[in-house]
Antibody, heavy 121, light 106 residues
Framework: QLQLQESGPRLVEPSETLSLTCSVS??????????WGWIRQPPGKGLEWIAA???????FYTPSLKSRITISVDTSRNQFSLKLTSVTAADTAVYFC?????????????WGQGALVTVSS | DIQMTQSPSTLSASVGDRVTITCRAS??????LAWYQQKPGKAPKLLIY???TLESGVPSRFSGSGSGTEFTLTISSLQPDDFATYYC????????FGQGTKVEIK
């Protein structure tokens, strides 16, 4: 059974960098069928797709965050990571790592449990 | 960007009711539409993809339909476990979600 688990600091100061890692177990991240990504959800609000990556390192970003966001993959550790720079309170959200079916913007059949990251001093 | 508009935002229903949620896209999405169920404090769960394909393990009381820009999620007989928030998602061009429909107990 595939499992995804987010890890990283849950409290980030304004203007600093948010960093999260997703550890994948139960399947290899270098599967040709799937992409891997991040979706976030501000408290009490809806879902926003923000980034995706293929095992080859090809990356895809939502245009509104493209200047601040980096997604990377480490196939040797079966992990992928997210960095979001210059954060503000608007970046406070639950960040979910997901598996994406067949395309970088495909539907997500597996989700991590989510990591609430709060931006505050 | 493709905008997804769900209706209603909130739906009050009783166990056994037939429930329908609508999702409208701002342009054609080639049936690349998924539905998710989310309970408080949990990650969304995939119910349906490609408009009408039921994800493995999802009860058959859930069904999806539609084409072009208009799509529906139907729960044929609402069960206690179904009270949750439901989101549609288009994945034809980038990926955008509807704002959600909360199904609450009447």
């Amino acid at each position: 059974q595939l499992q995804l688990q987010e890890s990283g600091p849950r409290l980030v100061e304004p203007s600093e960098t948010l960093s999260l890692t997703c550890s994948v177990s139960g399947d290899s991240i270098d599967s040709r069928t799937f992409y891997w990504g991040w979706i976030r959800q501000p408290p009490g609000k809806g879902l926003e797709w923000i980034a995706a990556i293929y095992y080859t390192g090809d990356t895809f970003y939502t245009p509104s965050l493209k200047s601040r966001i980096t997604i990377s993959v480490d196939t040797s550790r079966n992990q992928f990571s997210l960095k979001l720079t210059s954060v503000t309170a608007a970046d406070t959200a639950v960040y979910f790592c997901v598996r994406l079916w067949g395309h970088w913007s495909g539907y997500s059949d597996y989700w991590g449990q989510g990591a609430l990251v709060t931006v505050s001093s | 960007d493709i905008q997804m508009t769900q209706s209603p935002s909130t739906l009050s229903a009783s166990v056994g009711d037939r429930v329908t949620i609508t999702c409208r896209a701002s342009q054609s999405i080639n049936n690349r539409l998924a539905w998710y169920q989310q309970k408080p404090g949990k990650a969304p769960k995939l119910l349906i993809y490609k408009t009408s394909t039921l994800e493995s393990g999802v009860p058959s009381r859930f069904s999806g339909s539609g084409s072009g820009t208009e799509f529906t999620l139907t729960i044929s007989s609402l069960q206690p476990d179904d009270f949750a928030t439901y989101y549609c998602q288009q994945y034809n061009s980038y990926c955008t979600f509807g704002q959600g429909t909360k199904v609450e107990i009447k």
